[in-house]
């Protein structure tokens, strides 16, 4: 009989401790992706270390993005319209940092899905919780109006990366390791 109450105080702490990843997105992600998540750090610092040769305008915007505070993922619904912008750290050219356009979250019932809707670089992917300030998007890159291909397609197509919050109307996320051109590429998304 003591163990009722224990048992209960227990359910009750289980139940306000945030929701983190619930396991679908291991059994989802490629092995080449989760290589690179693994190795986001080392990719991350490598790519940023070849940008500092980049525009010292450019570099001075990259500085201030990534100089943000990370904020919770928690009660914020991201679904919407918003502009985006692709930069791209390291690789073929130190720094570029391409103009804004138009993307699209929803809520399909299972969590958020972003839909990167003008440019002729897409991308179109779903979110998954990895912590309380980071989520883990696996996406499909397409060019201009081609379909996209489902995530697990090849390398070519497939993207990995990790999404952060860093206002109320601003997150990004991190794509380590891309296929083509860079080294990182950072999609920067705000209202």
Known sequence: ?????????IGLLCCTLPTLAD???QKLITPADKTRLDK????????????????????????ALLAKPLVSFSDKDL?????CRTIKAGGLSPLVIYGWFKCKVT?????????????SQRTQGRF???N????????????????????????QTDQVGY??????????????????????????VKR
């Open 40 to 63: 986001y750090g080392e990719t991350r610092k490598a790519a940023l270390a070849e940008a500092k040769a980049g525009n010292p305008a450019e570099v001075k915007q990259l500085d």
């Open 128 to 130: 998954f919780d990895d």
């Open 79 to 83: 679904t919407g319209n918003w502009k």
């Open 163 to 188: 999404a952060y919050r860093t206002g109320a109307g601003e997150w990004r996320i991190e794509l380590p390791a891309p296929y083509y051109e860079s080294k990182l590429d950072i999609i920067e």
């Open 132 to 155: 309380e300030k980071r989520a883990i998007y696996l996406g499909s890159a397409s060019v201009n109006n081609d379909r996209a291909k489902p995530y697990g397609s090849g390398p």
């Open 23 to 25: 396991g679908e997105v």
């Open 107 to 119: 809520d399909d019932g299972s969590g958020w899905r972003l839909e990167k809707i003008s440019g």
């Open 1 to 9: 009989m003591i163990l009722r109450p224990l048992l209960a105080a």
